[in-house]
């Protein structure tokens, strides 16, 4: 007996071993690949976040840009009421100040037609 045959139980261990190499390469395969998998969907997911991030920047950017597009149009607005209440109460000034010199012109008419009145008929100045 020259060559002798493993026994079963070795072969058997050779097979178990085998077999647990098999499914650890199957395994750190199939891992490799989930991997991969799992890489792709995190770089997908990346891209969308910063597409999203970027969206969202812009939004604010707009809104911001509306806001201070709104504030001036109502500070020229504004600005327009307060020029039109000026000239309103520029013209109520003027007004006040003519009602005046026109009563006092009038009142200086009635006493030069009074003093007329009075050397006319000979009660003033004789």
Do not use: C, W
Request: net charge negative; aromatic share 2%; charged share 30%.
């Amino acid at each position: 007996m020259g060559t002798e045959e493993p026994s079963v139980p070795v072969i058997v261990e050779r097979i178990a071993n085998l077999q647990s190499d098999v499914s650890e390469i199957k395994q750190n395969m199939a891992t490799r690949t989930d991997q991969a998998h799992v890489d792709l969907r995190i770089e997908g997911l990346v891209g969308a976040l910063a597409s999203e991030r970027a969206e969202r920047i812009a939004a604010v950017e707009a809104e911001k840009q509306e806001r201070i597009a709104a504030d001036e149009k109502e500070a020229n607005e504004r600005k327009a009421v307060a020029a039109r209440l000026q000239t309103v109460e520029d013209r109520m000034e003027a007004r006040k100040y003519n009602t005046g010199i026109a009563i006092i012109l009038a009142a200086v008419g009635a006493v030069f037609s009074l003093a007329a009145t009075l050397v006319a008929t000979g009660v003033v100045g004789g």
